[in-house]
C-alpha cells in the first residue's frame, strides 16, 4: 500500500508531435500512461511541473508542486508498446537538502543506494517510483529540478523496431533482469525519455 503522495500528472514544455512521432497517443493535448498523465504544451522546457494528490502545492526545493485531483483514468494503448511510467528522475546539486525538502511534505523513502561518487534516492509516489539524483556530497546550492522520464514496454525489441533509429541502442539496466534504451535528441522532445522491459523496479 503506497503511504504519501501519489504521482498524478507531469507538465512537459513539448508540444504533441513530437510524442506521437516518438509512439505516444495523445489526446486533447494530454498523455495517459498508466496511472499518470503527461500534459504537453507548457510555456518553458523540459519538465516544468508535477501534479499529486495528497501534497500541498508550492515550490520544493524549486520543483514546481501542484495539487491533482484528478480522477484516474485507465492509460491509453500507445504504439511504442508503453504501459506505464517506471519513474520520474529528480537532479540535486544537493540530494540531502532535496531529500529533506520532500521529506517534509510527506514523502517517505524507501532505498537509498551510493555509487562511485552518486547517490540516488527512491521513494514510491503511486504507480511511479520517484528517483533523485546527484552527488554523493552536495556541489552546488542550485535548486532541485524535474529531469527525466521512464517508461515501460510490453516488448522493448518491439518498442527499438517500431521507433527505429530515434532510439539509441538497447542495453541491461541497474535493475537485473531489465533491458533500458534511451530515445535520441533527434526525437525532438525537450526531456530525457527512456524505455524500459518489464520487471522488478528499483524498490
Not at 1 to 25: C, H, I, N, Q, R
Request: aromatic share 4%; glycine share 12%; hydrophobic share 40%.
Amino acid at each position: 500500500m503506497t503511504s504519501g503522495p501519489v504521482l498524478v500528472s507531469v507538465t512537459v514544455a513539448d508540444a504533441p508531435e513530437p510524442w506521437e512521432k516518438a509512439g505516444f497517443t495523445v489526446t486533447a493535448g494530454s498523455c495517459q500512461v498508466g496511472q499518470v498523465r503527461v500534459d504537453l504544451g507548457a510555456a518553458g522546457e523540459g519538465i516544468v511541473a508535477w501534479g499529486l494528490a495528497g501534497v500541498d502545492s508550492g515550490v520544493v526545493d524549486g520543483l514546481d508542486t501542484r495539487v491533482d485531483r484528478s480522477s484516474h483514468t485507465e492509460g491509453a494503448v500507445h504504439p511504442n508498446g508503453t504501459v506505464s511510467l517506471d519513474h520520474l528522475v529528480i537532479t540535486s546539486h544537493d540530494p540531502l537538502r532535496t531529500r529533506g525538502a520532500l521529506e517534509q511534505r510527506g514523502f517517505e523513502v524507501r532505498r537509498t543506494v551510493e555509487m562511485g561518487d552518486r547517490r540516488y534516492t527512491f521513494f514510491r509516489v503511486g504507480e511511479a517510483i520517484l528517483e533523485l539524483v546527484g552527488p554523493a556530497a552536495a556541489d552546488g546550492d542550485q535548486p532541485a529540478r524535474l529531469y527525466g522520464l521512464a517508461f515501460t514496454v510490453d516488448d522493448l525489441d518491439a518498442t527499438a523496431a517500431h521507433l527505429g533509429p530515434l532510439l539509441g541502442a538497447v542495453k541491461d539496466a541497474i535493475q537485473p533482469g531489465r533491458r533500458i534504451a534511451t530515445l535520441r535528441r533527434e526525437a525532438g522532445l525537450s526531456v530525457p525519455v527512456a524505455f524500459m522491459s518489464p520487471g522488478r523496479g528499483a524498490i
